[in-house]
């Protein structure tokens, strides 16, 4: 669902509230209620497989707005500061993002973001922003983080 | 001792691309039963001799696993190297306060559980012990930087 909620000022705030497919033997079905959404929860939930997966699913028509980013990206903070009206996604973002790029998000409103983040110091989240990867039944989802 | 550092710093002798370190150095070591049995915990993922790995995510190489895991493994493998755990999950972290004689970078507290005994130093200085000396350490070191105006 491509473009779509916008806040009451008129910006555009989500790029996606939902993004699903099919990875087999898995099925991802993210939800986001936050334009910032921060990935935490144990190690080894699957964060960096998704990630991975996701460097495919930004290639098709309907996520092509999906912008990728972890430690192994080029120029990162002259690379995202160039995205307008994306949904940016940061692996290794405790490393990677300074208080710069922590600005860049808060006031870049035309972009979404999915960070796999765990400190949140300086971002303006929301407690719709928190979430963990839940996995049951070869079916992931973004849960409420406890 | 758990030494604790928590200002960032540059040097050969830290790891804070953990990820990398590991793709590069600790992934080619010999891994023991002990280290075996520590991805099968965090990742629970099944390492054969020949460093693939077998997860519920499917089949991979020893560099599939996850950034925690890499952490654990790098600070397991280097104790003499200062190892940054900003990335580490809870289930890490957990594993990391029970041992002994390792050095790790972490700019923040976190919420984790910490043995009654943990002796752990801040900074090459202060001492303390368990989860109580940890908390009121930070609480100390908040009060500091708001002084500070950091």
Same mark, same amino acid.
């Given at each position: 669902m491509p473009g779509g909620v916008e806040s009451m000022k008129g910006e555009k705030r989500m790029i996606y !509230?939902?993004? !699903?497919?099919?990875?087999a033997p898995f099925s991802y079905e993210l939800e986001f209620e936050d334009r910032i959404t921060l990935v935490g929860g144990d190690s080894g939930t699957g964060k960096t497989v998704l990630?991975?997966?996701l460097e495919d699913i930004r290639l098709t028509e309907e996520y092509s707005s999906i912008k990728l980013f972890n430690y192994k990206t080029d120029n990162f903070l002259e690379a995202i500061k160039k995205c307008r009206d994306n949904f940016i996604v940061i692996d290794n973002a405790d490393i990677l993002i300074d208080d710069d790029v922590r600005r860049f998000i808060n006031f870049e409103f035309s972009n979404q973001y999915m960070l796999f983040l765990r400190?949140?110091?300086g971002l303006n989240v929301s407690d719709r922003s928190f979430k963990v990867l839940k996995f049951d039944n070869n079916r992931i989802t973004l849960e409420e983080e406890v | 001792m758990i030494?604790?550092? +928590?200002? #960032? #710093?540059?040097? #050969?002798?830290?790891?804070l691309q953990n990820d990398l370190y590991f793709n590069l150095n600790t992934s080619n070591e010999q891994m023991s039963q002990k280290e075996i049995n520590l991805i099968q915990r965090i990742d629970e993922a099944k390492l054969t001799p020949d460093?693939?790995?077998e997860t519920k995510y499917g089949l991979g190489t020893i560099r599939n696993l996850s950034s925690g895991c890499k +952490?654990?493994?790098n600070i397991v493998k280097h104790p003499d190297k200062v190892v940054c755990v900003e990335e580490c999950g809870p289930n890490v972290l957990k594993i990391i306060f029970t041992m002994d004689n390792i050095k790790i970078y972490m700019s923040r507290p976190t919420l984790v559980d910490i043995p009654d005994e943990a002796q752990i130093r801040f900074n090459n200085s202060d001492i303390v012990i368990g989860s109580r000396g940890y908390n009121a350490w930070w609480s100390r070191e908040y009060e500091r930087r708001e002084e500070d105006d950091l």
């Open positions: !509230s939902k993004i !699903s497919f099919e990875a990630y991975e997966i400190n949140c110091d | 030494d604790i550092y +928590t200002q #960032k #710093k540059k040097s #050969k002798d830290w790891i460093k693939h790995i +952490t654990l493994l």
